[in-house]
């Protein structure tokens, strides 16, 4: 065990850890800006439309393989914390080597599945033909895309967030370059941005090789003169069984999350058009809220990892008690931003005096989202630090069934449909941090 390490020394490595990851997390909205203003300027809404489309397709095929990223760091970090070398290097063989098997197979039913998804988001004929040509040229990069999620988790369970926020930057720069390249100096038009998204996203791909080589040093099994050792140890040992159940289970848990997210905006429609789109903007709150919280929750990951590997227990329960405590100021911070300034930011979002009304009716839903939300975040990154991934999938399920048991209770209940949707919306994040935060002194106070 090693020796205690001051509250000054913890914080700063939460912070060098949660920062460069929020960081990478802020730029994502960026990108989504420029492509939206880039399509802006094709002429007609349909572009436009194209985009919104186009990228939920996108999400929709990419969304169910986030364990790609998560499965990665938990088992990295604990590999890290033991000094394991033949398992790291496993370990990133592995998640690499995944990714890309899993975007050949997405390329190869991009037919049946892309049509699949355009026929339920029921997008009127232009718009989705030129959804379809964005579509089909962007899952060409899926084997990058989910390449580059692996090496992620590999580089953020080596300790490091910085290299990953580098990539992110560049990559979005290379982006916004080549969609305006080939959107107006080629003349590509409308599937020069999907070209450009093609390009940035296997430049992704080698500039995480290259991150991952520099951060691996001499034994990066890319390079390593023990590669033949690493490659047998991929489908030898109890190492691979392991690699597939943490990741089975934190498929699972996807297929619920995105379970949850589609019904929100599916009732929401059901409802009606202005509640839809009153709940799209509430839903950037969440969001936002979320890019901040994923920082320390990626934070939580590494260390606990870390922890577990070097089996220092003391320390881990050190630093999760450091960990909940900024979350908590985070979360404190942004109930207050959402109280003061709330509607005054959902008025910059949408100019629609309907769709105002209606946020201003339910503007108790976002206010109280970051108190509720902030442990679900954070105690899903301790779990998946320590790999305890039956129980992430656990609470996940539970709070999912409550969620749809509140959503669809009878329709004489008190409330009108929307606050139900929000309630039961609220309760699903809180009974997830309820039962997760429940079980975890089971898992390191005993320790």
Request: charged content about 10%; glycine content about 12%.
């Amino acid at each position: 065990m090693s020796g205690a390490l001051s509250l000054k020394a913890i914080d700063k490595s939460i912070l060098r850890l949660a920062v460069p990851a929020i960081v990478s997390n802020v730029t994502v909205p960026l990108l989504g800006l420029c492509d939206t203003a880039v399509s802006g300027h094709l002429g007609g809404s349909a572009p436009l439309g194209a985009i919104a489309v186009g990228t939920m397709m996108l999400n929709v095929a990419y969304w169910l393989f986030g364990f790609l990223r998560m499965g990665t760091t938990g088992l990295t970090a604990e590999a890290f914390g033991s000094g394991d070398r033949d398992t790291l290097q496993s370990v990133l063989l592995r998640g690499l080597g995944l990714g890309l098997l899993i975007g050949i197979a997405l390329i190869c039913l991009r037919g049946p599945l892309g049509a699949l998804i355009l026929h339920l988001a029921g997008a009127e004929p232009e718009v989705a033909a030129l959804a379809r040509d964005y579509y089909d040229i962007c899952i060409c990069g899926a084997p990058a895309l989910l390449g580059t999620m692996a090496l992620t988790g590999w580089m953020i369970g080596n300790q490091s967030t910085g290299l990953p926020m580098t990539v992110a930057i560049i990559t979005n720069i290379i982006n916004i370059a080549g969609s305006l390249t080939f959107v107006f100096g080629i003349g590509l038009g409308f599937t020069g941005v999907a070209y450009g998204t093609l390009v940035a996203q296997w430049c992704g791909l080698v500039l995480s090789i290259i991150f991952s080589c520099r951060l691996g040093g001499t034994y990066t099994p890319l390079f390593s003169r023990g590669a033949s050792k690493v490659w047998r140890s991929l489908v030898a040992g109890g190492g691979l069984g392991r690699y597939f159940k943490v990741n089975v289970n934190l498929f699972f848990r996807s297929v619920c999350i995105m379970s949850v997210s589609m019904t929100v905006t599916a009732v929401g429609a059901r409802i009606g058009d202005i509640t839809l789109a009153a709940n799209a903007v509430m839903m950037q709150f969440f969001i936002f809220f979320s890019y901040f919280m994923d920082g320390f929750a990626f934070a939580g990951e590494a260390l606990c990892g870390r922890y577990k590997g070097a089996g220092d227990w003391m320390e881990m329960r050190r630093s999760i008690r450091r960990i909940l405590g900024w979350s908590v100021c985070m979360a404190l911070l942004f109930f207050c931003v959402y109280l003061l300034a709330g509607m005054p930011i959902a008025r910059m979002l949408t100019d629609d005096e309907a769709v105002r009304m209606e946020i201003a009716r339910y503007s108790w839903a976002f206010i109280l989202i970051p108190p509720l939300s902030v442990g679900a975040f954070v105690f899903d990154g301790f779990y998946i630090g320590l790999t305890d991934t039956g129980r992430l999938l656990a609470a996940t399920v539970t709070a999912a069934c409550i969620f749809f048991v509140i959503s669809f209770l009878p329709l004489h209940t008190p409330l009108a449909p929307n606050a139900l949707l929000w309630t039961a919306f609220l309760s699903y994040l809180s009974i997830r941090a309820l039962v997760l935060g429940a079980m975890l002194p089971g898992v390191v106070v005993s320790r």
